[in-house]
């Protein structure tokens, strides 16, 4: 059975960072690919990174560039999100997913194709 669980949300003030974890159960990390997308207040779930089945395949959404890195354990079967520089225009709900037919990581986050989602978990960037 697919599962994905995140952690590592939380209050934070302008300017400091976080570190998401999506712990993935039920598939290989080494044939599917895992994104993180957030959900704001009266906006649309919006994909911010996604990484292939290889560590060279990523995407960035221009929010996430310079400031956002993907990351995978394989150990662990873990995909991280290290959040620096973060904003207030950054809180949001933020969810992992996964799919296993992807074709691309950027067809992944930008059209939101993914098989499975996780529950999320809530990043709040505020003084």
């Known amino acids: 059975q697919l599962q994905l669980v995140e952690s590592g949300g939380g209050l934070v003030h302008p300017g400091g960072s976080l570190r998401l974890s999506c712990e993935v159960s039920?598939?290989?990390?080494?044939?599917?690919?895992i994104g993180w997308f957030r959900q704001a207040p009266g906006k649309e779930r919006e994909g911010v990174s996604c990484?292939?089945?290889?560590?060279?395949?990523?995407y960035y959404a221009d929010s996430a560039k310079g400031r956002f890195t993907i990351s995978r354990d394989k150990a662990k079967n873990t995909v991280y999100l290290h959040m620096n520089k973060l904003n207030p225009e950054d809180t949001a709900v933020y969810y992992c997913?996964?799919?296993?037919?992807?074709?691309?990581?950027?067809?992944?986050?930008?059209?939101?194709?993914?098989?499975?989602w996780g529950q999320g978990t809530q990043v709040t960037v505020s003084s």
């Open positions: 997913a996964a799919d296993r037919a992807f074709a691309s990581v950027q067809s992944m986050c930008v059209m939101k194709l993914v098989e499975s």
């Open positions: 990484i292939g089945n290889n560590d060279e395949m990523t």
């Open positions: 039920g598939l290989s990390l080494d044939d599917s690919a």
